[in-house]
């Protein structure tokens, strides 16, 4: 692809980014006009209704934001690392596995707070990762893409078992599980955003500084190996990386589905297979689907609203649906 057709690419998607950050911080229960918003941010004034509204919207429109580049690179990483094109979080039951793991948080521990959150997540979403990658590598052929989204699969349905095992006993559990799991950007607060920052910022910089040892890694097992690329090793730090994207933003919003899914495969689609170019459009990409499937949710939910993550699956059902009939979950 030229330099020039990517990079075109790369402005149309901040373009798009940059109409919804507008929308998110006008569009809900109450309608704020523009020209309010703008004044409001630029007054940094709090004494009409409209003001505190928008204030209160920044925070939700940069969680939104960094919680799709999270999530839009986690995929694009998890597709990489497994060469399977339906590969995401919540196929390969990473996103249940943190669910899980704050579920036994909050029913034997107790925790309430977001750093307990974001640890027992995290811990959740590796171990999970392990046990996905080690079924699916059971059996002649290794980890091959179908056997890892079985894998993911099987694992997903057993944890959700689990899960509501233990929830289903204990109302309190319940009462404060039940909104977290359907994926909602609504509660996020400042105090989260600068809570989670660390840990995806960390995720992305593993993300993009193994990008060339992935793109090669593409080239196959043992091709790799004699260019001198660790594969197994390669294969952790990413995993590693993808946990830590996974597990922090499933910490604050839930279970988002499906944007780790829909956006790699829609930006490998229009600039081919390189990581370098995937995965900086998969987080624009993940941003911009996120904030608007939070804007769509508020709009057609009003006086109330639908949250994210069900918009999400909404749409992103058929997408797999059709990814997994042209692609017949074949490698990448």
Same mark, same amino acid.
């Given at each position: 692809m030229k330099s020039s057709r990517f990079t075109g690419i790369i402005f149309i998607s901040i373009v798009g980014l940059g109409l919804c950050i507008p929308l998110s911080l006008t569009l809900g229960a109450r309608v704020i006009p523009l020209n309010e918003t703008i004044e409001a941010i630029f007054s940094n004034q709090r004494t009409t209704v409209n003001q505190v509204v928008v204030f +209160?919207?920044?925070?939700?429109?940069? *969680?939104?934001?960094?919680?799709?580049?999270?999530?839009?690179?986690?995929?694009?990483?998890?597709?990489? =690392?497994?060469?399977?094109?339906?590969?995401? %979080?919540?196929?390969?039951?990473? /996103?249940?596995?943190?669910?899980?793991?704050?579920?036994?948080? @909050?029913?034997?521990? #107790? @925790?309430?707070?977001? /750093?307990?959150? @974001?640890?027992?997540?995290?811990?959740?979403?590796?171990?999970?990762?392990?046990?996905?990658? &080690?079924?699916? #590598? =059971?059996?002649?052929?290794? %980890?091959? %893409?179908?056997?890892?989204?079985?894998?993911? $699969? $099987?694992?997903?349905?057993?944890?959700?078992?689990?899960?509501?095992?233990?929830?289903? %006993?204990?109302? +309190?559990?319940?009462?404060?599980?039940?909104?977290?799991?359907?994926?909602?950007?609504?509660?996020?607060?400042? +105090?989260?955003?600068? &809570?989670?920052?660390? *840990?995806?910022?960390i995720g992305l910089g593993v993300s993009f500084a193994l990008a060339p040892a992935l793109d090669i890694l593409a080239l196959g097992e +043992?091709?790799? #190996?004699?260019? !001198?690329?660790?594969?197994?090793? @390669?294969?952790? =730090?990413?995993?590693? !990386?993808?946990?830590?994207?996974?597990?922090? &933003?499933?910490a604050i919003a839930g279970p988002i589905g499906f944007v780790g899914l829909m956006v790699p495969h829609i930006v490998r689609l229009a600039v081919g297979s390189s990581l370098k170019r995937v995965l900086p459009l998969s987080a624009i990409g993940g941003a911009t689907l996120l904030l608007g499937a939070d804007v769509i949710g508020r709009v057609l939910g009003r006086p109330s609203e639908l949250e994210a993550g069900i918009i999400t699956a909404f749409i992103g059902a058929p997408i797999l649906i059709m990814i997994a009939r042209k692609a017949k979950v074949k490698m990448l």
């Open positions: +209160e919207r920044i925070p939700r429109t940069i *969680f939104g934001m960094i919680s799709g580049m999270a999530l839009g690179v986690s995929g694009a990483l998890m597709q990489a =690392i497994t060469r399977n094109p339906i590969a995401d %979080p919540s196929i390969l039951g990473v /996103n249940t596995g943190a669910s899980l793991a704050v579920v036994i948080g @909050i029913a034997f521990f #107790s @925790i309430g707070s977001l /750093n307990a959150f @974001i640890w027992f997540a995290i811990g959740g979403a590796a171990v999970t990762a392990l046990a996905v990658y &080690t079924i699916g #590598s =059971i059996g002649p052929g290794g %980890p091959t %893409p179908i056997k890892l989204a079985l894998a993911g $699969a $099987a694992t997903s349905a057993a944890l959700s078992s689990l899960v509501s095992a233990i929830m289903l %006993p204990r109302t +309190e559990v319940m009462n404060l599980f039940r909104f977290w799991q359907v994926g909602s950007i609504s509660g996020a607060t400042w +105090e989260g955003i600068s &809570t989670v920052l660390p *840990f995806l910022i +043992e091709l790799a #190996s004699g260019l !001198g690329v660790k594969t197994n090793t @390669i294969r952790v =730090i990413g995993a590693t !990386g993808g946990v830590l994207l996974t597990g922090a &933003t499933t």
